[in-house]
């Protein structure tokens, strides 16, 4: 069983930073990609952020968060992180981690049902 857990989500001011990350554990399996998702009360879930690591590593943001937020991880592709800067209170949400056991053509990264693995997710929260 694959296992994926978010962590340093918390309350954060505007215009200050946050750093999100999250682990892998568990059975291996062929990690193609990792992204970050969120979703606010009331809304649906929203890409966010993805790395793929094909092509020399390929990442993928949304427009939204595109100079702001900034997606990483480990050589061993165990790791994914998002850090967050300059946050606004519309970045509030619950933020998910997500990988991708399969190779899927690049711009299926940016959809939820591309990944086969998810986290429970961590609160960020900004108040302005």
């Known amino acids: 069983q694959v296992q994926l857990v978010e962590s340093g989500g918390g309350l954060v001011q505007a215009g200050d930073s946050l750093r999100l990350s999250c682990a892998t554990s568990g059975q291996t399996f062929n990690n193609y990609a990792m992204g970050w998702f969120r979703q606010a009360p009331g809304k649906e879930r929203e890409f966010v952020a993805a790395i793929r690591w094909s092509g020399g590593g390929v990442f993928y943001y949304a427009d939204s968060v595109k100079g702001r937020f900034t997606i990483s991880s480990d050589n061993a592709k165990n790791t994914v992180n998002l850090q967050m800067n300059y946050p606004k209170p519309e970045d509030t949400a619950r933020y998910y981690c997500?990988?991708?056991?399969?190779?899927?053509?690049?711009?299926?990264?940016?959809?939820?049902?591309?990944?086969?693995?998810w986290g429970p997710g961590t609160q960020v929260t900004v108040s302005s």
């Open positions: 997500a990988a991708s056991g399969r190779r899927r053509n690049s711009g299926s990264y940016y959809t939820d049902w591309a990944y086969d693995y």
